[in-house]
Antibody
Framework: QVQLVESGGGVVQPGGSLRLSCAAS????????IHWVRQAPGKGLEWVTF????????YYADSVKGRFTISRDNSKNTLYLQMNSLRAEDTAVYYC???????????????WGQGTLVTVSS | EIVLTQSPATLSLSPGERATLSCRAS??????LAWYQQKPGQAPRLLIY???NRATGIPARFSGSGSGTDFTLTISSLEPEDFAVYYC?????????FGQGTRLEIK
């Protein structure tokens, strides 16, 4: 069955860095784009970034552009999110989520990980 | 950026009743709209994509309708497990955006 497992969350000081990972299994990872979505405590969902199935295109929310970098290693079935210059407002649960249709980005993320909590605090 | 506005913010209903949730876009998203359900401590679950197509395994009591700027999620007869927060999401233009959510609570 499809599984997405995030890791790498934790507590970091403002201005610090963190790298999240998302390990995928149960589907052909190299055929699907993947998103990162975050949710601040008690708040709604915020899309963060997307990477195409082959890593050729990446998209970012304005709130993280220039600070966060998405990447993937299709040989390891793993997605990454490098987060630099972290701010208090980046505190959230970070989910990776799989695009519904292979080789495309049609609407709908059909599988989500359980999330990893990032806390930015001094 | 396309803004999605969901209404009402909170909906209080009883099991067996019909629920109607609304999502309005600041500009047309054609039918590139999805709905998700999220329960406390869990990841969101995809319910509806392309405005009206049920995702795999979603019960028939969930239905979606609309196009352009106005969309509706209907739950025909509420089951106890349906009380949760519901989000709409658009994929017409980057960035993808979500509505602020509608909390469906037991009356």
């Amino acid at each position: 069955q499809v599984q997405l497992v995030e890791s790498g969350g934790g507590v970091v000081q403002p201005g610090g860095s963190l790298r999240l990972s998302c390990a995928a299994s149960g589907f052909t990872f190299s055929s699907y784009g993947i998103h990162w979505v975050r949710q601040a405590p008690g708040k709604g969902l915020e899309w963060v970034t997307f990477i195409r199935y082959d890593g050729s295109n990446k998209y970012y929310a304005d709130s993280v552009k220039g600070r966060f970098t998405i990447s993937r290693d299709n040989s390891k079935n793993t997605l990454y999110l490098q987060m630099n210059s972290l701010r208090a407002e980046d505190t959230a649960v970070y989910y990776c989520a799989k695009a519904r249709v292979a080789y495309s980005n049609y609407v709908g993320y059909d599988y989500w990980g359980q999330g990893t909590l990032v806390t930015v605090s001094s | 950026e396309i803004v999605l506005t969901q209404s009402p913010a909170t909906l209080s209903l009883s099991p067996g009743e019909r629920a109607t949730l609304s999502c309005r876009a600041s500009q047309s998203v054609n039918n590139y709209l999805a709905w998700y359900q999220q329960k406390p401590g869990q990841a969101p679950r995809l319910l509806i994509y392309d405005a009206s197509n049920r995702a795999t395994g979603i019960p028939a009591r969930f239905s979606g309708s609309g196009s352009g700027t106005d969309f509706t999620l209907t739950i025909s007869s509420l089951e106890p497990e349906d009380f949760a927060v519901y989000y709409c999401q658009q994929r017409s233009n980057w960035p993808d955006t979500f509505g602020q959510g509608t909390r469906l609570e037991i009356k």
